[in-house]
């Protein structure tokens, strides 16, 4: 019996070695494909598609300059007391939470467009029953409204946006929702300076109005298409985005294949995958973290926690302020996600906030002892001094408050969306969209429902410490957040089911 000879060592291997190289020339593929693109029509849609975030914003807001000016009032139907004024104020986050809700129902039913497009009809409805109240019941009605359509939108614009763009310049258009909601806001601020409050509610239509009519123009998610079996319209929409020169193809093979591997619609038996539940799990825990490290209740009675400071201006100033560093991180944020990365980005932001909260705590409890026998009351009973606190500590409170906004917008605000877009698999997307929103709204109202309590019964500094203990979590859970950059979703999802990092090394290594 003749002895076995062993293989040469290469010989052993061939099915390892041709599967990376495989990989590599895959890679290299994608990333040739996606540099010949180009994004006009692309950033047509997306620009269409985010006003209706600027919208979010403007709603958002809509009480600022309203409720002073319903407090003063001469109607007395109309007339707002400071219960009726928070409810005002508040009500606006439930019907945002009930949008979240329906959404889960109507991305995958609608399609993400249709659901966009059909906010528009109980946010046009909210708008003039607010231009035209006779009672303050029409005014919660309007708010209520107008929060559920910013729900449906908050839900499926993100993954409107994420599906129709390409991983070269994702990281940058993911960010154009946080933005244009943010100059919706600073929109119904300036407004508010020369407009009275039934014509800022007619303003608000303008917005809703444009988006509908330019979003009619506008292709479907090419992914969802697929789905749903339209595989000509899916193709038309891929030409339309990407244009008729290159490869749409490849692409197209890449969507489907996803598509088919993962079927149609998610079950209940699903979620005990982990391809399921982890990514579930990252995108809803980012929107529970994200609120409870309290930008919503800072945001809201922003005016409130400077006069309850010693601070070196007029808080009507200071929040000015406040809302153009908001508006220049979120843009810095945009253009730096594709090239620094999404968890570098997260760190970064945490720290930032927690640096930052933890300096505005320590610096009411500091006043609060130095000068607890003044005039200025700051929660809790006691008071601080604006005259008698020293000039040089009197910049505290504002830089603190504008360096916790611009951590939050540099990071926390847009990549929470960003992510929650790209981790969620295609058969849950929709229907995890709308339980990020409607998780994300019932925290942010129990957090600005909390914190004039809180801040009247135990200070205003406890707030402040509980945002910081909830940003050191923020840095600790951001440890188990995959790095997005550059990648496609099929690759993100590809690393989900099957576990290997493989398939999320960047391009640059192969450049």
């Not at 410490?465 to 050191?472: A, D, E």
Request: hydrophobic share 50%.
């Amino acid at each position: 019996m003749e002895p076995s000879v062993r293989k040469p060592l290469l010989d052993q291997e061939p099915a390892d070695y041709q599967t990376v190289r495989e990989q590599q020339m895959a890679r290299e593929t994608e990333k040739a494909y996606y540099g010949t693109l180009k994004n006009g029509r692309l950033l047509c849609a997306v620009l269409a598609a985010v006003l209706g975030n600027f919208n979010f914003g403007f709603a958002l807001v809509y009480p600022s300059p309203v409720i002073p000016a319903l407090e003063k009032t001469s109607i007395p139907s109309l007339k707002l007391t400071e219960q009726s004024g928070s409810w005002f104020g508040s009500v606006f986050s439930i019907g945002v939470a009930i949008g979240g809700l329906g959404t889960m129902y109507f991305n995958d039913r609608l399609g993400r467009k249709r659901s966009i497009m059909f906010s528009a009809l109980p946010s046009a409805i909210g708008y003039l029953l607010m231009a035209s109240a006779q009672e303050v019941w029409m005014l919660l009605v309007g708010r209520i409204l107008t929060g559920f359509a910013g729900g449906v939108t908050s839900a499926s614009i993100p993954v409107y946006v994420s599906e129709i763009s390409h991983p070269l310049i994702r990281g940058a258009l993911g960010s154009c929702p946080q933005i244009m909601a943010v100059l919706g806001s600073l929109s119904l601020y300036a407004l508010g300076l020369i407009l009275p409050w039934r014509w800022l509610a007619v303003a608000g239509e303008v917005p809703v109005l444009a988006m509908v009519i330019i979003l009619c123009f506008m292709p479907y998610s090419p992914r969802f298409l697929i789905s749903k079996g339209k595989e000509d319209d899916a193709i038309s929409a891929l030409i339309w985005l990407r244009g008729k020169d290159v490869d749409y193809w490849w692409e197209y093979e890449q969507i489907k294949a996803t598509v088919n591997q993962q079927g149609q619609s998610i079950s209940w038996a699903d979620i005990k995958d982990p391809y399921i539940y982890k990514p579930v799990l990252i995108a809803v825990m980012m929107r529970l973290l994200q609120q409870l490290s309290g930008v919503t209740p800072v945001i809201v009675y922003l005016q409130l926690i400077f006069e309850s400071t010693a601070v070196i201006l007029p808080a009507q100033y200071d929040a000015v302020l406040v809302g153009v560093a908001r508006l220049a991180s979120v843009a810095i944020a945009a253009f730096s996600m594709d090239k620094a990365g999404r968890k570098i980005l997260l760190y970064v932001s945490a720290s930032i906030m927690l640096a930052s909260s933890l300096t505005m705590g320590l610096y009411i409890t500091f006043t609060r002892e130095q000068f607890h026998n003044s005039t200025a009351l700051l929660g809790n009973g006691d008071h601080v001094s604006l005259a008698s606190t020293p000039s040089g500590l009197k910049i505290i409170p504002l830089l603190a408050i504008v360096i916790y906004i611009i951590g939050y917008a540099v990071g926390w605000g847009p990549i929470t969306w960003l992510l929650m877009s790209e981790v969620l698999p295609l058969k849950t997307r929709g229907v995890v969209s709308g339980l990020c929103v409607l998780a994300s709204w019932v925290t942010a109202f129990a957090t600005t429902k909390a914190f004039p309590i809180v801040k009247v019964a135990f200070g205003l500094e406890v707030p402040f410490y509980f945002f910081s203990v909830i940003c050191v979590v923020n840095l600790i859970f951001t440890r188990w957040i995959p790095e997005t950059r550059g990648k496609s979703l099929e690759r993100i999802e590809s690393y989900f089911r099957t576990g290997r990092k493989s398939f999320l090394e960047s391009f640059r290594r192969h450049e």
